[in-house]
């Protein structure tokens, strides 16, 4: 529940900037006090000194809480962090999890995973509090104000005005996506049987299963027969790009010409996928598709 008493569905994500464990501590206690209250799963992944600091502000409220070691989980700069977030999250719970940022944290893989979480968990029934030391790299520091909706402190939560939503469109970082595994031509519909056994291929290779498999081969196919409509009937690419749980897929081909079509192009797929997004740039045009699980 919200301090006003609304109940949260999906991601809330915090930065807490912080001069150190007690002042991380003050800065987090509402937060952390409102999902100990609320019944979450509690997680404050921080140093020893932190966790001395929050048994003491917690009281008997740090029995419900768990402590785990740093080195067990990923920084956003991992690529695995997507999938660690998921993993975090308990069917019927909320899960909030408190995490430091490492000293030495990689910036632009930093700002990479952080914008991932906002552009392909917003749904997760989850809030993380991101923690970053004021003296840090100020790059760092930039990353945090950046990358969070909100701002934790004494007081609670704020929204933060420094806050910049994630580029989903192009370029598409591959270091969010994955790398390219696998890419097809297609010249036209007599070419999409070959393109949904691709998809589904893919799909099974990075874990989705049943449903999730079939959602994304329908969102890929509709997409390029999207592309084949009119005046394109080939030369279009497909490309997939894959991690453990998501997978990405392209439908890249030249701009149409003509007037430009009105109305949500892509509501036909939407309900098939996470995302979908049409891009177009002076040589190009591409239909993207995002399915993740």
Do not use: K
Not at 103 to 131: F, K, Q, S, Y
Not at 146 to 158: E, F, W
Not at 182 to 192: P, Q
Request: glycine share 10%.
């Amino acid at each position: 529940m919200t301090a006003g008493g609304e109940e949260e569905s999906g991601l809330v994500h915090l930065a807490l900037l912080h001069d150190g464990p007690d002042d991380l501590v003050s800065g987090a206690l509402a937060e952390v006090r409102r999902a100990v209250a609320d019944g979450d799963e509690v997680l404050l992944v921080v140093d020893r000194a932190t966790v001395r600091a929050f048994r003491e502000a917690l009281g008997e409220d740090a029995a419900r809480v768990t402590f785990p070691p740093p080195s067990s989980v990923l920084p956003p700069s991992d690529p695995g962090f997507l999938g660690a977030a998921r993993r975090w999250v308990r069917p019927g719970r909320r899960t909030t999890v408190l995490g430091q940022y490492p000293g030495a944290m990689p910036v632009p893989a930093c700002g990479v995973g952080e914008d991932g979480l906002n552009a392909v968990r917003r749904d997760l029934p989850l809030t993380l509090i991101c923690c970053c030391r004021r003296d840090a790299d100020p790059e760092l520091v930039a990353v945090a104000r950046r990358t969070h909706p909100h701002l934790a402190g004494p007081a609670g939560r704020v929204d933060n005005p420094g806050y910049r939503p994630p580029a989903t469109s192009d370029p598409v970082p591959a270091d969010l996506w994955g790398t390219v595994a696998a890419r097809l031509g297609v010249d036209g519909t007599g070419d999409l049987a070959e393109l949904r056994r691709c998809v589904a291929e893919v799909a099974a290779r990075v874990g989705l299963e049943g449903d999730a498999v079939r959602a994304a081969v329908l969102a890929v196919h509709e997409a390029a027969v999207l592309g084949c409509r009119g005046d394109v009937a080939a030369g279009l690419t497909l490309e997939v790009r894959a991690r453990p749980g998501q997978l990405f897929a392209e439908v890249i081909g030249p701009p149409r010409s003509g007037t430009a079509s009105t109305g949500d192009l892509l509501s036909h797929l939407r309900p098939f996928c996470t995302c979908a997004a049409v891009h177009e740039d002076a040589g190009q045009r591409a239909v993207r598709v995002l399915t993740t699980v």
